[in-house]
Nanobody, 117 residues
C-alpha cells in the first residue's frame, strides 16, 4: 500500500485547509485509517481516525469541532477538513492506514501545514 498526502500549505490563523490522502496498491487490505501530525520537537500524535466503512470517527481533543475526517473508499481517498486553524496546528501531517488483522501499518511521506498568527 502506498499513501500520498497533498493539500498542505501556509494559511493564516482562522483559515481552512483540506488535506487529501490517496491510497494505491493493495487497498483492499486497508482497514482503519487516520491522520497524525508531528510538530518540531514533539512526538507524533493522532489527530483523527476513521473506521473502514467511515461510520465511526474519533478526534484528538485539541481538534474536536474544528477538523473533520472522511474517506471515499470507491476512490481510495481520505480527507481531513481543517477549519478555524490555529498556530499550534502547525506540523507535518501524515496519512496512516492499518491493514486488516492489525499486522501492517502504512505511512505517507507527510505534508507540511503552517498556520501563521
Amino acid at each position: 500500500v502506498q499513501l500520498v498526502e497533498s493539500g498542505g500549505g501556509l494559511v493564516q490563523a482562522g483559515g481552512s485547509l483540506r488535506l487529501s490522502c490517496a491510497a494505491s496498491g493493495s487497498t483492499f487490505s486497508i482497514n482503519a485509517m487516520g491522520w497524525y501530525r508531528q510538530a518540531p520537537g514533539k512526538q507524533r500524535e493522532l489527530v483523527a481516525g476513521i473506521t473502514s466503512g467511515g461510520g465511526n470517527t474519533n478526534y484528538a481533543d485539541s481538534v474536536k469541532g474544528r477538523f473533520t475526517i472522511s474517506r471515499d473508499n470507491a476512490k481510495n481517498m481520505m480527507y481531513l477538513q481543517m477549519n478555524s486553524l490555529k498556530p499550534e496546528d502547525t506540523a507535518v501531517y501524515y496519512c496512516n492506514a492499518l491493514a486488516y488483522g492489525g499486522g501492517m501499518k502504512y505511512w505517507g511521506q507527510g505534508t507540511q501545514v503552517t498556520v501563521s498568527s
